[in-house]
């Protein structure tokens, strides 16, 4: 029995559940993008109030994630993350009746609220399950689930709203029904697809869960690594600043581009609303690869710092020539900005673990989550109000790539963030009896 033996035995377990869920997850929280110009016929929503609703959910999504997170650490994954999940997928089911500016705010408020606790308590169970050295890449597989969900979700978005007429309903109204019933479906499987802990998996062995959480434990912090425990002295703890920020950053380039793809892919002449969901998968296809090469590549060299900020910059990069260049090449632009900023998520989620454990873990974990998908709510809104003001969307992503240039720049300090553990360290801990003395 080697590490690596439990390390892909407990991934083919765990991981694809994880995947699913994150997959109608990103659906459920960005399909309204491919009917933004059906929700301005049909609701009155204009570009501005598409904006602002876009990105309220972010706020709904802010708010609940610290209180979401510390319920997760004290109740079990299983089943806070089933409950989450049948909330939000009725919600996006009811995404179907926005008649209104109003109604589209409050729906889009409540299904941020109700997904607050979903990504940051996956990030917090993948420390119970991952030791360090593999985190980098057991993440990269679950936030894949956000570039699969965007290569088939706008495809068969663009297909459902085809629909348009049948049973009497908008086509629309079908895409939200008919992609937010298979999440209710699914949460009501999760309490019996996930283990809450190591040692409560029957389906691995005394031996295995004994090397599993010897190395876990070997990854803690030291503990003058460790920010304070008070809230106040955390939120003050320069450090976990930085993280909010960078954060922030990678957020605002990720949604700023998802919610206004559709838009900037439609400056293509010829293209209906199946030809636009094809289009805009192609970025997605290069975030794919983003996060499985970049996560690969920290991991393999234990190297935090270097391929997170290459993804910012080539996010930033590819933000300004999807401004600057004609369609075609805009795309094309499009495509290195999201290899970029879906490969810097899970390379960015191996740093807060190392100064963080325990239920200060849970709390710092959901807080710079919310916080920085704020950037979720300031993208989106921020590029709304810049297409109403200037009649160009585009214009609004020279502003994104700025915040996104200013996080590569504070990346540049993020000197003590952990590495990997040598080598022959990480052998040691393939003996279980050996780690435990």
């Not at 990854?219 to 003058?224: N, S, V």
Request: hydrophobic share 55%; charged share 15%; with cysteine.
């Amino acid at each position: 029995m080697t590490a690596e033996t439990v390390r892909r035995k407990v991934a083919r377990r765990l991981l694809p559940p994880l995947f699913l869920m994150f997959v109608l997850s990103f659906l459920d929280r960005t399909n309204v993008a491919l009917v933004k110009t059906h929700l301005a016929t049909d609701a009155g929503i204009d570009a501005a109030a598409y904006g602002f609703g876009a990105g309220v959910f972010f706020v709904g999504y802010a708010l609940l994630g610290v209180p979401s997170n510390l319920v997760l650490h004290r109740w079990g994954a299983r089943r806070w993350l089933a409950a989450l999940m049948f909330v939000w997928g009725l919600l996006s089911c009811a995404m179907a009746l926005t008649s209104s500016p109003t109604g589209f705010y409050v729906l889009r408020f409540l299904l941020g609220a109700a997904e607050a606790g979903f990504f940051p308590g996956v990030i917090l169970y993948l420390t119970y399950w991952f030791p360090a050295a593999d985190r980098g890449k057991a993440t990269g597989m679950f936030q894949s689930a956000v570039a699969i969900a965007s290569i088939i979700g706008n495809p068969v978005g663009g297909w459902l709203i085809g629909l348009h007429g049948m049973a009497g309903l908008d086509g629309w109204q079908w895409m939200f029904l008919l992609e937010g019933a298979p999440t209710v479906l699914l949460a009501l499987a999760v309490p019996w697809l996930l283990t809450d802990r190591p040692a409560d998996a029957r389906w691995l062995t005394a031996e295995e869960k004994a090397l599993l959480i010897a190395r876990i434990e070997a990854d803690r912090p030291t503990e003058d690594a460790r920010p304070p425990r008070r809230i106040r002295e955390i939120v003050g703890d320069s450090r976990v600043l930085r993280l909010m920020f960078v954060y922030f950053a990678i957020q605002i380039g990720v949604y700023g581009v998802t919610f206004w793809l559709p838009a900037l892919v439609g400056r293509i002449g010829g293209l209906d609303d199946v030809g636009i969901g094809f289009v805009s998968a192609l970025p997605w296809v290069f975030a794919l690869l983003g996060v499985l090469i970049l996560p690969w590549l920290s991991d393999r060299s234990g190297n935090r710092r270097g391929p997170l900020r290459l993804a910012l910059i080539l996010t930033a990069a590819g933000l300004v020539g999807g401004a600057l260049l004609p369609p075609v090449w805009a795309v094309a632009a499009l495509c290195v900005a999201a290899f970029g900023f879906l490969g810097a998520q899970p390379v960015f989620w191996t740093v807060p673990p190392t100064i963080l454990t325990g239920v200060q873990m849970a709390g710092t974990i959901a807080l710079i989550s919310g916080f920085g998908n704020l950037g979720g709510f300031l993208g989106p809104y921020v590029m709304g109000v810049v297409e109403s003001s200037t009649g160009s969307g585009a214009t609004g992503l020279y502003a994104v790539a700025l915040i996104v240039a200013a996080g590569a720049a504070v990346v540049t300090g993020f000197r003590w963030a952990g590495l990997r553990k040598p080598e022959h360290e990480e052998r040691t801990l393939d003996d279980p009896h050996r780690a435990l003395r």
